[in-house]
């Protein structure tokens, strides 16, 4: 082994999915605290909020080590307001799972995250779900997550020789004023984050949807200013 491959085997990496919301943005920045080098994977699922990958290009060219935006159109199942032709709920946040939830998701996008991983020599994955202020999709409780790490350490070849994955979500148990807290203490620039779900034309956040709201109750909660641009407010 040469000492190029030596160094590089000594690097710690993390496989971090990046919406390019701001609980991502926080969740990779949390990750390279930690040690590890950032690969970022965004997936492209065909979301109605597609300025969202703009925003994850962005924030991956300060923080990640390589980026990958990985096409996988789930418009092809529908099944939700993100993915198909329903609307966007704009009356406030509800009890319930609203229609916002993709079907499955989380469940997807670690699995891809998990066979990066794999096949990058990384043992740990970072995801940023929260199961306070959320919208209640159920593949954002603490119970997935425990499943989901359970799943990759029987279902890879590295599992079963010995080397496991731990699943990381530094965010679970944080509010979102305790999300914006970590963003200002973590010096990022909250305002390259999207994290609307049906923005204008032009980019801006709609300020009435479920995402904009928590999102604006947090920097507002936090005592923070928040560098979102809205279309409207609540």
Same mark, same amino acid.
């Given at each position: 082994?040469?000492?190029?491959?030596?160094? *590089?085997?000594?690097? !710690?990496?993390?496989?971090?999915?990046?919406? /390019?919301?701001?609980?991502?943005?926080?969740?990779?920045?949390?990750?390279?605290?930690? #040690?590890? %080098?950032?690969?970022?994977?965004?997936?492209?699922?065909?979301?109605?909020?597609?300025?969202?990958?703009?925003? %994850?290009?962005?924030? =991956? %060219?300060?923080? =990640?080590?390589?980026?990958?935006?990985?096409?996988?159109?789930?418009? %092809?199942?529908?099944?939700? =307001?993100?993915?198909?032709?329903?609307?966007?709920?704009?009356?406030?946040?509800?009890? /319930?799972?609203?229609? &916002?939830?993709?079907?499955?998701?989380?469940?997807?996008?670690?699995?891809?995250? $998990?066979?990066?991983?794999?096949?990058? #020599?990384?043992? *740990?994955?970072?995801?940023?779900?929260?199961?306070?202020?959320?919208? /209640?999709?159920?593949?954002?409780?603490?119970?997935?997550?425990?499943?989901?790490?359970?799943?990759?350490?029987?279902? &890879?070849?590295?599992?079963?020789?010995?080397?496991?994955?731990?699943?990381? +979500?530094? $965010?679970?148990?944080? &509010? !979102?004023?305790?999300?914006?807290?970590?963003?200002?203490?973590? @010096?990022? *620039?909250?305002?390259?984050?999207?994290?609307?779900?049906?923005?204008?034309? *032009?980019?801006?956040?709609?300020? $009435?949807?479920?995402?904009? @709201?928590?999102? +604006?109750?947090?920097?507002?909660?936090?005592?923070? +200013?928040?560098?979102?641009?809205?279309? =409207?407010? @609540?």
């Amino acid at each position: 082994m040469d000492r190029a491959e030596a160094r *590089d085997r000594a690097v !710690k990496r993390a496989v971090v999915l990046l919406s /390019g919301g701001l609980d991502s943005m926080v969740c990779a920045a949390l990750a390279r605290e930690q #040690g590890f %080098a950032v690969l970022a994977l965004t997936v492209d699922y065909g979301q109605r909020h597609r300025v969202e990958i703009d925003a %994850a290009r962005t924030i =991956a %060219a300060s923080l =990640a080590e390589r980026h990958i935006i990985l096409p996988l159109d789930l418009t %092809a199942f529908g099944g939700s =307001a993100l993915t198909a032709d329903i609307a966007v709920p704009k009356g406030g946040v509800e009890a /319930g799972i609203p229609v &916002t939830y993709v079907p499955a998701r989380n469940t997807v996008f670690l699995s891809v995250a $998990l066979a990066w991983a794999e096949a990058a #020599g990384a043992r *740990d994955l970072f995801v940023g779900v929260n199961a306070l202020d959320y919208s /209640g999709y159920p593949d954002c409780r603490p119970e997935f997550i425990e499943a989901f790490e359970n799943l990759a350490n029987r279902a &890879t070849k590295a599992g079963v020789e010995g080397e496991g994955f731990t699943i990381h +979500a530094p $965010l679970q148990h944080m &509010t !979102k004023a305790d999300i914006a807290r970590e963003a200002a203490r973590l @010096r990022l *620039d909250a305002g390259l984050s999207h994290s609307c779900y049906d923005p204008a034309a *032009d980019g801006g956040a709609c300020g $009435l949807c479920d995402a904009c @709201r928590l999102r +604006a109750k947090g920097f507002e909660e936090a005592g923070l +200013a928040d560098p979102t641009r809205y279309a =409207a407010r @609540r």
